[in-house]
């Protein structure tokens, strides 16, 4: 059994992730003017429509391209040899500082705790027939699985096949796809709970929800 106590300590110790902001293409980069230690955020707006706070621009042939912050944060390192360079793409232009929500931290700690189903293939998945009027009724938790239990249908470059689900038996706990988006292989489709542990993933979900402090 995973330990959820040591686990949620280590992140504790270490509640933030470093990104590292890389040139999509070549071309001359221009920085926003942005120093270290000031503060980003990330797309806003119902459907995340507004853009990040804009960290740089690259031109390349007379045409520019802004980068903006893809999460909030606080900008841990600029790489300012780099103003009005030509770089490649994939260089290293920028690193925030990314400090976790009470999601990230339950994201983390559950794909740990769970077993997790990963698509074997790029493709676009959806629940079979049975499962999905389940889960569109009751939610994901009312479906119990069992190995070899045709559980998806797989569509890919327009043909579609079951696929079986292949591990212990349990409760469909989290659904890490969404409807009509591919999914790149070896992503994870489901997290699968045992019958019996339930019950302490709740615990771990109530536990983070009420002692994780965000940081703005």
Sequence with gaps: MLDITKLLEEIKASPYEE??????????VSF???EEGARVIGPTGMWKEIPGTRLATIEREHNKKTIVATEKGIVSKVYRELEGAFVEAGT??????HYLSK????GIILKKALFLF???????????PDADKKIKASGPKAVTVHDGQELFIMSRMKREASLSYSGPEG???AVYFQHNENVDAGAPLIGVCPPDQ???IEDVVIRVQTEWVEQD
């Design 198 to 200: 339930v019950g302490l």
């Design 118 to 128: 990963n698509a074997p293939e790029r493709a676009k998945y959806y629940f079979a």
């Design 92 to 97: 290293p232009l920028m690193q925030l500082r």
């Design 19 to 28: 990104l590292v902001i890389t040139a999509p293409h070549t071309g001359v």
């Design 103 to 106: 999601d990230e931290v339950l």
């Design 32 to 34: 926003a003017g942005l």
């Design 171 to 173: 409760v469909i706990y």
